[in-house]
């Protein structure tokens, strides 16, 4: 079974940065897709950016220039560098994996960020 563990949420300043990773255990990180999610209070969660096994990516527009996805396989974790960060970037992050051939999902348990001056 596929486990993640979130890490480096925190709070940051309008226009700062901050850096989330996510271990992944119980799977190499190779056969995985994997992705961010975030859900702010009182709304759905939704998709940030993903990280498909061959190395492509893709971010929501609203997202798109400011945030970077990265996976190394090599230490089964997957970064999210986040920058000019804004007050609407507040929520719950989440990774999530999806396995090659049955696609079952794994989520991890989530890690707030909070931007605000």
């Known amino acids: 079974q596929v486990q993640l563990v979130e890490s480096g949420g925190g709070l940051v300043q309008p226009g700062g940065s901050l850096g989330l990773s996510c271990a992944v255990s119980?799977?190499?990180?190779?056969?995985?897709?994997v992705a961010w999610h975030r859900q702010a209070p009182g709304k759905q969660r939704e998709f940030v950016a993903l990280?498909?096994?061959?190395?492509?990516?893709a971010y929501a527009n609203s997202v798109k220039g400011r945030f970077t996805i990265s996976r190394d396989n090599a230490k089964n974790t997957i970064y999210l560098q986040m920058n000019s960060l804004r007050a609407e970037d507040t929520a719950v992050y989440y990774c999530?994996?999806?396995?090659?051939?049955?696609?079952?999902?794994?989520w991890g348990q989530g890690t707030q960020v909070t931007v605000s001056s």
């Open positions: 119980g799977s190499s990180l190779s056969l995985l897709a």
């Open positions: 990280s498909g096994r061959s190395g492509t990516s």
């Open positions: 999530k994996a999806v396995q090659e051939g049955t696609l079952a999902e794994s």
